[in-house]
């Protein structure tokens, strides 16, 4: 399969604990993001890389958040910390090209804090 | 906050019939793409259409665009059981990063 993944598809933590998720883009795509989703709206951006370059954060990426990615392949998502509010569907989505193509999303990780 | 608002919010049809679902922003676009959405899954990505076109095809799909109302519809044709899924619009602002902006969605249910 030769489409986004990410790992884990679930996950459960207990507040106040550190997790993160890995993303794997399809292989020539130089565009990676990062998109959160929670329950019954749609997904609102966090970041985006171009190769290895974090080159926009959202305001919704406090502090406790830290994403990466460190040869311009794979990405990272840290949450730090976690809080009952950070529970939603993290998603990864990959692109080729300039600002205007197409997103092919990964499955998701979906993240429940206790 | 979220630029798109779709219209409407739930939409329930029986097979065969037509589903028409609606988006509207607020900002110039570059271009504004439509995602499906299976109950807790990823998005799949249906058409992109950009600010210089009007209308768009693929198979059973109909998007159109009025850059002058800021507005694009989703029709589905001949509507499948299979079709359930969360329908999204999706914009992307001229001269930005390319990051997506999402509308709610619209929950559309086919009946068998």
């Known amino acids: 399969d030769t489409g986004v993944s990410q790992d884990p598809r679930h996950k459960i933590t207990k507040r106040g604990q550190n997790v993160t998720f890995r993303c794997d883009p399809i292989s020539e795509h130089n565009r990676l993001y990062w998109y959160r989703q929670t329950l019954g709206q749609g997904p609102e951006f966090l970041t985006y890389f171009q190769n290895e370059a974090q080159l926009e954060k959202s305001r919704l990426l406090s502090d406790r958040f830290s994403a990466e990615r460190p040869k311009g392949s794979f990405s990272t998502l840290e949450i730090q910390r976690t809080e009952q509010g950070d529970s939603a569907m993290y998603l990864c989505a990959s692109s080729f090209g300039g600002n205007y193509n197409e997103q092919f999303f990964g499955p998701g990780t979906r993240l429940t804090v206790l | 906050s979220q630029q798109g608002e779709e219209d409407p919010q739930a939409l329930s049809i029986q097979e065969g019939e037509n589903a028409t679902m609606n988006c509207s922003y607020k900002?110039?676009?570059?271009?504004l793409q439509w995602y499906r959405q299976n109950s807790g899954r990823g998005l799949v990505h249906l058409i992109l259409?950009?600010?210089?076109?009007r209308e768009k095809h693929s198979g059973r799909l109909r998007v159109t665009l009025d850059t002058s109302k800021k507005s694009s519809s989703l029709l589905i044709t001949a509507s499948r059981a299979a079709d359930t899924a969360s329908y999204f619009c999706?914009?992307?602002?001229?001269?930005?990063?390319?990051?997506?902006?999402f509308g709610q969605g619209t929950t559309l249910q086919v009946k068998p």
């Open positions: 259409i950009r600010s210089n076109e």
């Open positions: 900002t110039s676009i570059n271009n």
């Open positions: 999706a914009t992307v602002f001229s001269g930005n990063t390319g990051k997506l902006i």
